[in-house]
């Protein structure tokens, strides 16, 4: 049975961070079992049921949300642990909560992850046109900095994948994409590309691994971070409806955006209304909530195989 989450409790855990979605507290080493306090640094994260929508975290949860979430995304880092290491420690979350934690609630939402240190950048990969990408497209042909060919339209597949990073916002700012030449003057140029191969190496595995199953992988955007040894590892979430474009692959079709697995019924009720898209956001009707839980249901489902109902 799905469970409803808005905001993480856990008093005795010191709370870091509270984002658009995820909640992550630090497991100080006095809080852990004795055979997981030689693991490093480590943190709690809960993905909750909150909801976003251009930028702006809605008042209405989707019930089960996080717990969808949470299971695609240990989906997706298991599959791809070969080809890039993830945050994950395996650590039983149920062996880290708090006394008097409700265990049930946490169980299917939260994972136990190292502490790294997070690339400042959003890493996204594209393999076709839309959505940001595509207003960058036709006021300047370019899409982060990368010039494509000319005559191309909406959704349409692009020769090959992009790397097109953009700023890292605060809750309630808007991300800004920037050209790979900004990354590199933000972070480094090694590491720049390292986390612009690895996002390409990711993405082109899971767009292989959906259109296996009669989904287009759109774009996707990724979170990285560094361990002490300035080792790269993905990490927060990874190939979710909320940071990935997922396309029924037999509804597809160039020259409009094609419907998906993720939060479109939100941001299509959000765009009839007279809101000026800050904070705060409207409530949604009930079955606007429903028709997006099902979608995110939908998604793991195809995806990994999981039944929520």
Same mark, same amino acid.
């Given at each position: 049975?799905?469970?409803t989450?808005?905001?993480?409790?856990?008093?005795?855990?010191?709370l870091?961070?509270?984002?658009?979605?995820?909640?992550?507290?630090?497991?100080?080493?006095?809080?852990?079992?004795?055979?997981?306090?030689d693991?490093?640094?480590?943190?709690?994260?809960?993905?909750?049921?909150?909801?976003?929508?251009?930028?702006?975290v809605?008042?209405?949860?989707?019930?089960?949300?996080?717990?969808?979430?949470?299971?695609?995304?240990?989906?997706?880092?298991? #599959?791809t642990?070969?080809?890039?290491?993830?945050?994950?420690t395996?650590?039983e979350?149920?062996?880290?909560?708090?006394?008097?934690?409700d265990?049930?609630?946490?169980?299917?939402r939260?994972?136990?992850?190292?502490?790294?240190?997070?690339v400042?950048?959003?890493? &996204?990969?594209?393999?076709?046109?839309?959505?940001?990408?595509? #207003?960058?497209?036709?006021?300047?042909?370019?899409?982060?900095?990368?010039?494509?060919p000319?005559g191309?339209r909406?959704?349409? #597949?692009?020769?090959?994948?992009?790397?097109?990073?953009?700023? #890292?916002?605060?809750?309630g700012?808007?991300?800004?994409? &920037?050209?790979?030449d900004?990354?590199?003057?933000?972070?480094?140029?090694?590491?720049?590309?390292?986390v612009?191969?690895?996002?390409?190496?990711?993405?082109?595995?899971?767009?292989?691994?959906?259109?296996?199953?009669g989904?287009?992988?759109?774009d996707?955007?990724?979170e990285?971070?560094?361990?002490a040894?300035?080792?790269?590892?993905?990490?927060d979430?990874m190939?979710?409806?909320?940071?990935s474009?997922?396309?029924?692959?037999?509804?597809?079709?160039v020259?409009a955006?094609?419907?998906?697995?993720?939060?479109?019924?939100?941001?299509?009720?959000?765009?009839?209304?007279?809101?000026?898209?800050?904070?705060p956001?409207?409530?949604?009707?009930?079955?606007?909530i429903?028709?997006t839980?099902?979608?995110?249901?939908e998604?793991?489902?195809?995806?990994?195989? &999981?039944?929520?109902?």
């Amino acid at each position: 049975m799905a469970t409803t989450l808005l905001h993480a409790d856990l008093p005795g855990l010191p709370l870091r961070h509270r984002g658009k979605v995820r909640d992550v507290f630090d497991l100080p080493a006095d809080t852990l079992p004795a055979d997981a306090r030689d693991a490093g640094p480590l943190l709690l994260i809960v993905a909750t049921d909150r909801l976003s929508a251009f930028d702006v975290v809605l008042p209405d949860p989707i019930p089960g949300k996080g717990e969808m979430l949470c299971q695609i995304s240990n989906f997706w880092f298991e #599959k791809t642990a070969h080809l890039l290491p993830n945050h994950l420690t395996g650590i039983e979350v149920a062996r880290v909560l708090p006394a008097g934690a409700d265990a049930a609630l946490y169980a299917q939402r939260t994972v136990v992850t190292r502490k790294l240190k997070p690339v400042p950048v959003e890493a &996204i990969a594209r393999g076709y046109l839309i959505g940001s990408g595509w #207003k960058d497209y036709q006021r300047t042909g370019r899409v982060s900095g990368i010039a494509l060919p000319n005559g191309l339209r909406q959704a349409e #597949k692009l020769p090959e994948p992009i790397f097109t990073p953009s700023t #890292k916002a605060a809750v309630g700012d808007h991300d800004e994409n &920037i050209d790979f030449d900004t990354m590199v003057k933000t972070v480094g140029a090694e590491l720049a590309e390292q986390v612009r191969d690895a996002t390409l190496r990711l993405y082109r595995y899971a767009a292989d691994y959906a259109a296996a199953r009669g989904i287009l992988l759109a774009d996707t955007k990724f979170e990285f971070g560094t361990d002490a040894d300035g080792r790269l590892y993905v990490m927060d979430e990874m190939l979710t409806p909320d940071s990935s474009r997922y396309w029924p692959a037999d509804e597809y079709a160039v020259g409009a955006s094609p419907p998906s697995y993720d939060k479109q019924f939100v941001r299509d009720y959000l765009e009839t209304l007279d809101w000026n898209k800050t904070a705060p956001g409207p409530h949604l009707p009930a079955e606007v909530i429903e028709r997006t839980r099902a979608k995110y249901a939908e998604a793991l489902m195809r995806l990994a195989g &999981i039944s929520v109902d």
